[in-house]
């Protein structure tokens, strides 16, 4: 399937509101609420739209500090990558695992209280970590969430 124009809008206006009814959206894009329906459905069933999610945020929960960590295996004999993955997902406080190509084998989001709550996360749960090697932290400033090329 080969999304048209019209898909792409449907598209952005999920992204900017995916709680919107198909009648709201339909009315919006000057369709009618089951031609609305019919195209969501197809692209979910196509797997364009992969599902949707609850965006929370972190700091009225009170996690005011997120940190991306780059990791670096010692060995990647010793732990495998599955193991890595599995362990470090179990952490509550890393929000994503992303494993990436570069200066680090992995890209982590940690989220935290506060800096002193970073620090036992880092310290107590991701440096004891077999297979642990090098590590680097980047605070987070601001984030601005942008919509992508659709």
Do not use: C
């Amino acid at each position: 399937m080969t999304p048209d124009d019209l898909d792409f809008v449907i598209l952005r206006a999920l992204w900017a509101n995916a709680d919107q009814s198909t009648t709201q959206l339909g009315q919006k894009l000057g369709l009618s609420q089951p031609a609305t329906w019919r195209r969501i459905r197809r692209l979910q069933k196509a797997g364009v739209i992969a599902g949707r999610r609850l965006v929370l945020d972190a700091e009225k929960l009170g996690f005011g500090v997120t940190v991306f960590l780059g990791v670096k295996l010692a060995t990647k004999g010793r732990v495998s990558l599955e193991d890595f993955e599995r362990a470090v997902g179990a952490i509550p406080e890393v929000q994503t695992v992303d494993h990436v190509l570069g200066l680090y084998d992995y890209r982590l989001r940690v989220v935290a209280r506060d800096l002193a709550d970073f620090e036992r996360v880092l310290r107590r749960r991701i440096m004891t970590m077999p297979g642990v090697g090098n590590v680097e932290a980047n605070v987070l400033l601001s984030e601005e969430r942008r919509p992508g090329p659709i």
